[in-house]
C-alpha cells in the first residue's frame, strides 16, 4: 500500500508537501503513510484516489490493500481497554527512529521503574482497581521494549532533558511503604541508563533558571522517512494530544535545542543524579507517626 500511493503520488506529479497542503494533512502525515509506519482510513485513501485521479482497478484494488494497513503490535492485545490516542501513540513510538522529551514533572514513562509506574497511577482520585493497576504496569513495561534491539527494527534513541525538581519530588505521600526505596530504585534507573548507547540524559537544574517552556513537559517523535521531528505529544492521566504542524513541530524542536543548550552535559547530569541518590541514602528514614487529637 505505501509503495503503491508513492508511485501514483510521483505518476501524478505532486511532491509530498503539495498533497498535504491540497488534503489540509500535515506534510508528515503524508510522509508516513508512503513509509508505512501508518495505517490509511477509507475516507483518506479516497481522498488520495480522487487527487490522483486513479482508474476505476487501481483504487479497487487499493481499498481491498486498505483494511490490512494498520501497522499491528503487541498493544492490539489491550484493544478493548487501551484509548485511540493511547493506541496510537503506541504504534509511533514503534515506528520512530528517534525520542526527544522535556520531563518537568514525572521521569518519562519508556524509563520509569514498574514500582514508580504503579505510585503514578495510584496518584489520582479516581482510585483504580488492582486489576487495573496491574494492567497499566504491565503495559508500561511492554512499552519500553523500543529501546531494546529488535529484529524488524532498531532500537529507539531517547534523549531526554530532566528538570532537577523531578529528582527531588518524593514518588508518594509521607508514611507510604518503600516510599523512598522506590524513589531511589528510580534515580539509579535513570543514572544507569544515562550510561546505554542510545539513551542521552541532560538535568535541567535550578541554577538554570526558569526554562524556556512554561507549559510542561512535551515529547517530539522523529520519523525514520525524514530523519527530523515530525510529531509532538503532550501526555497525562486523562488524554493525549497530538501537534504535526510543520511550524508548531518546528517552535518545540527549537525548545528542546535551548533546553538542551541549558541543561548539564550528559556525563555531568549522570554525576548529578548518583549524588542526588547518595543525599538520599544518607538521609535517616522517618515514618510519618499519626497522633491522637
Not at 482497478?57 to 481499498?63: A, D, G, K, N, P
Not at 514500582?115 to 512499552?143: G, K
Not at 531526554?160 to 509521607?174: G, K, N, Q, T
Not at 504535526?244 to 548539564?264: I, K
Request: net charge positive; aromatic share 6%.
Amino acid at each position: 500500500m505505501a509503495r503503491e500511493l508513492r508511485e501514483a503520488r510521483v505518476g501524478a506529479q505532486l511532491p509530498g508537501s503539495e498533497v498535504a497542503r491540497l488534503l489540509g494533512w500535515s506534510a508528515s502525515k503524508v510522509s508516513r503513510i508512503e513509509t508505512g509506519h501508518i495505517g490509511i482510513s477509507l475516507p483518506d485513501l479516497d481522498r488520495l484516489v480522487e487527487l490522483y485521479r486513479l482508474p476505476g482497478e487501481q483504487s479497487e484494488y487499493l481499498r481491498r490493500l486498505a483494511p490490512a494497513t494498520r501497522i499491528r503490535g503487541w498493544w492490539d492485545a489491550y484493544a478493548d481497554s487501551l484509548s485511540a490516542g493511547f493506541s496510537q501513540l503506541l504504534r509511533l513510538e514503534a515506528g520512530s527512529q528517534a525520542l526527544s522529551s522535556y520531563c518537568a514533572v514525572i521521569p518519562h514513562p519508556l524509563l520509569m521503574t514498574p514500582d514508580y509506574v504503579r505510585q503514578v497511577i495510584l496518584a489520582t482520585w479516581q482510585a483504580p482497581s488492582p486489576q487495573e493497576v496491574d494492567r497499566r504496569v504491565r503495559i508500561a513495561a511492554r512499552r519500553q521494549v523500543v529501546l531494546q534491539q529488535q529484529e524488524s527494527r532498531p532500537r529507539l534513541r531517547l534523549s531526554l532533558v530532566i528538570d532537577e525538581a523531578v529528582l527531588h519530588r518524593s514518588v508518594a505521600p509521607p508514611g507510604t511503604p518503600r516510599a523512598a526505596t522506590i524513589q531511589l530504585d528510580q534515580l539509579d534507573r535513570m543514572a544507569v541508563a544515562g550510561g546505554w548507547p542510545n539513551i542521552t540524559i541532560q538535568v535541567l537544574p535550578y541554577t538554570a533558571g526558569i526554562p524556556p517552556v512554561s507549559a510542561g513537559s512535551f515529547s517530539l517523535l522523529e520519523s525514520r522517512a525524514t530523519g527530523t521531528p515530525d510529531v509532538v505529544y503532550l501526555e497525562n492521566k486523562t488524554r493525549i494530544f497530538f501537534i504535526d504542524a510543520e511550524a508548531e513541530v518546528h517552535r518545540y524542536a527549537r525548545d528542546f535545542a535551548l533546553l538542551t543548550e541549558l541543561a548539564l552535559p550528559p556525563e555531568e547530569s549522570v554525576e548529578f543524579i548518583r549524588a542526588v541518590v547518595r543525599t538520599l541514602r544518607a538521609k535517616p528514614r522517618t515514618t510519618r507517626v499519626k497522633t491522637k487529637q
